[in-house]
């Protein structure tokens, strides 16, 4: 460590955002408001802040720069990994921008007191306006999804389309590794610029270590860092070394993983017995299926179309592409059969599949000695039933479509030639060669990318972390406003739900520390 990373320093503001993502960069935008009124507003970011001339297509290289771990976080189980996002915009900087409302049946079963569907309804449709949500135009859609809307069609399934946050998307296919192009409007291309343009200062490769939130006013520590050689983006703006930071309140919006494991390591006043409790991720296979000839799916859009059977059956099917890498990781199996599929690569059609995940008791984020987060997480036997009938369909669709052979993770062998299936679209097909007693714990690879859970809202202390504002229970001026306020999944693509509950606590903020009502920074 040099002289002067071993000096503390000392700074005063009035709010400090942590994390930059959905959740942090909503607030942000909201709370430049703030500036005007003369008051100090920071947004305390882990990660850097990486130019569009960085990104280049280089799966390893994006992973290592906008990836916490590289994309390999991994569970206490090591079964189940999990993507999220560490950089300037969080997850919004790799995410693919689909852009849905929540449905009014899953707020309502949530039963938080004092949130209001219809509140969270009308926040997202002003963020898909502000985020320029649309459908993308039938000529820029590419065969992977085409191939899709297909075997739906030809199995008589309603496939939606997906809206999509881009502006002038060049169809470079790259979303997951970041948006060199621009297109992508996430809260690094919106909400955050306009925030740094009403006075937020953004601080990133800062990391917040804990909060004392036992005194008059929330005291944060937070350390930054140096680049390391040769790492992608800038060197923070504050010099490398350790912070002390007091705050009139602080707003923690460091993501489903972050957020629970940071109050973990900090002192609070009271105590939260439910604090990392309630995790749930939307756990995800891909299914893949070789066509007889190439098909378009790394040019273009990836995610155009779904079906959604979330309600009726627990999974939702996604049309997706992956790179090489992230694909061989994906199948089940070794050697020959694997490299084959993976020599077909020009040739496949990809999904992923999506199961809702009820809240279980033994799913959660905790810390470990040191405080680094852990996430538990084992698959009930909802989940690996869900998993299984979503790739079931996955498969059909694929085999409607006219694949040859499909390649299904919950199936054992995993690979199914089209020729031994007879007629897809013939009720209860696949039913005994997709099963869940296929399903192997540890041998089929599962992800995740829909974190949520961990510091739900709800009434007291006693159910929950938060209030229906993401104010903490009991720790005056401290505020969450992420992914981990969901009391349980939200069953569809999360981030406009995230944006709409996160503008409800900086609103909350606002009125806590006795400004008027202001605009927001827009
Ligand atoms: C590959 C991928 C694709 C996705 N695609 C979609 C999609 O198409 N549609 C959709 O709706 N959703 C999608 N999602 C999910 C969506 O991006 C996330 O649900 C959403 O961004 C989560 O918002 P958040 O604010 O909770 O956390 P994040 O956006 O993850 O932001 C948390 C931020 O906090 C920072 N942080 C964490 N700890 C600290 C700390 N101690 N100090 C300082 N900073 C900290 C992190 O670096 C990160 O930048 C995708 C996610 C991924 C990973
Ligand atoms: S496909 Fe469009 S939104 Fe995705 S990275 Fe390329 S230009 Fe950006």
């Keep these: 460590m040099r002289a002067s990373e071993d000096v503390t320093r000392y700074v005063t503001c009035d709010v400090v955002i942590v994390g930059s993502g959905a959740g942090g960069g909503t607030v942000a935008e909201r709370l430049g408001a703030l500036v005007a009124a003369g008051l100090r507003v920071l947004v305390l970011e882990q990660g850097a802040r990486v130019a569009d001339h960085e990104l280049t297509s280089s799966e390893v290289d994006m992973a290592r720069a906008l990836y916490a771990q590289g994309g390999g976080v991994l569970t206490a189980e090591r079964t189940l990994s999990l993507a999220m996002g560490c950089t300037l915009g969080g997850s919004t900087a790799v995410y693919t921008g689909t852009s849905l409302r929540p449905s009014p049946r899953v707020l309502h079963a949530w039963g938080v007191p004092g949130l209001a569907p219809d509140d969270v309804l009308a926040r997202c449709a002003r963020f898909e306006a502000d985020n320029s949500v649309g459908l993308a135009p039938e000529r820029a859609l590419n065969d992977n999804n085409r191939l899709f809307r297909l075997g739906c069609e030809r199995l008589g399934w309603p496939a939606g389309q997906f809206p999509i946050n881009v502006v002038g998307c060049r169809g470079c296919g790259l979303c997951n590794l970041g948006c060199s192009n621009g297109a992508k409007q996430g809260t690094n291309r919106v909400q955050l610029p306009r925030a740094e343009r009403a006075g937020v200062e953004v601080v990133t490769r800062c990391e917040v270590e804990s909060i004392d939130a036992r005194g008059e006013a929330p005291v944060l520590r937070a350390r ?44 609070l006043p009271g105590r939260l017995p439910r604090l990392g409790h309630g995790f749930t991720c939307h756990p995800a296979v891909i299914v893949v299926a070789e066509h007889p000839r190439p098909i378009s799916n790394t040019v273009g859009h990836p995610k155009s179309f779904y079906l959604d059977r979330a309600e009726e059956e627990g999974f939702v099917v996604e049309t997706c592409m992956y790179f090489p890498f992230t694909t061989a990781r994906s199948l089940t199996g070794f050697g020959p059969p ?67 052979r499909v390649h299904a993770p919950v199936a054992d062998p995993p690979l199914i030639e089209a020729r031994d299936v007879g007629d897809p679209c013939a009720p209860g097909a696949l039913v005994e060669r997709v ?50 306020l969901f009391p349980a ?32 920074a827009r």
Excluded: K
């Design 435 to 484: 099963a869940p007693r296929m399903f192997s714990e540890g041998r089929v690879a599962v992800s995740a990318a829909h974190l949520m859970g961990g510091c739900a809202m709800g009434a007291t202390a006693a159910d929950s972390v938060t209030d229906a504002r993401g104010r903490v229970h009991g720790a005056r001026g401290v505020y969450v406003a992420d992914a981990s």
């Design 338 to 404: 694997h490299e084959a599929l993976l020599r077909a690569y020009p040739r496949l059609q990809m999904m992923l599949v999506l199961a809702v995940d009820p809240v279980d008791r033994g799913n959660r984020v905790t810390v470990d000695r040191a405080g680094r987060p852990v996430v538990r997480y084992r698959f009930t036997p909802t989940v690996v039933e869900r998993l299984a009938a979503g790739s079931r369909a996955a498969a059909r669709i694929a085999l409607a479509a006219g694949a040859l």
């Design 224 to 267: 930054v860092r140096a680049p390391a050689p040769g790492a992608l983006g800038e060197p923070s703006p504050w010099a490398p070394g350790e912070y002390v930071v007091r705050a009139r309140a602080v707003v923690v919006a460091a993501g489903a993983v972050g957020s629970p494991a940071l109050l973990q390591r900090s002192r």
């Design 489 to 520: 999944a939200v069953e569809i693509n999360p981030y406009l739900t995230i944006m709409a509950l996160a503008d409800r606590v900086a609103e909350a903020v606002q009125r806590d520390l006795g400004v008027p009502a202001l605009a927001g």
